[in-house]
């Protein structure tokens, strides 16, 4: 059975940081692309960034990147993302997906990020 389970959200003011936390378990972690979405209050989900099983390949949305890193620890099937230079318009659920061949899409319970003054 496939497991994510997100942590590691808080409430931070603009310009802080978090860092974000997946553990994943039921699959073979290191063979897939693993990715970061985030649901905004009122909107839809939105891809935040993606990385290659091998760590050796990132992507992420014009709005985060420089700001964000997406990481991975294959050894613990671990997913991290780390937030820095946080705005208010970063407030949203965050989830970890992993998508495998059949199409089917998991995603965790996710965290709560909310950016504030």
């Known amino acids: 059975e496939v497991q994510l389970v997100e942590s590691g959200g808080g409430s931070v003011q603009p310009g802080g940081s978090l860092r974000l936390s997946c553990a994943a378990s039921?699959?073979?972690?290191?063979?897939?692309?693993m990715h970061w979405v985030r649901q905004a209050p009122g909107k839809g989900l939105e891809w935040v960034s993606g990385?290659?099983?091998?760590?050796?390949?990132?992507a992420y949305t014009d709005s985060v990147r420089g700001r964000f890193t997406i990481s991975r620890d294959n050894a613990k099937n671990m997913l991290y993302l780390q937030l820095s230079s946080l705005k208010t318009e970063d407030t949203a659920m965050y989830y970890c997906?992993?998508?495998?061949?059949?199409?089917?899409?998991?995603r965790g319970q996710g965290t709560q990020v909310t950016v504030s003054s």
């Open positions: 990385i290659r099983g091998d760590g050796s390949e990132t």
């Open positions: 997906q992993f998508t495998p061949a059949t199409g089917a899409i998991y």
């Open positions: 039921g699959f073979t972690f290191s063979n897939r692309w």
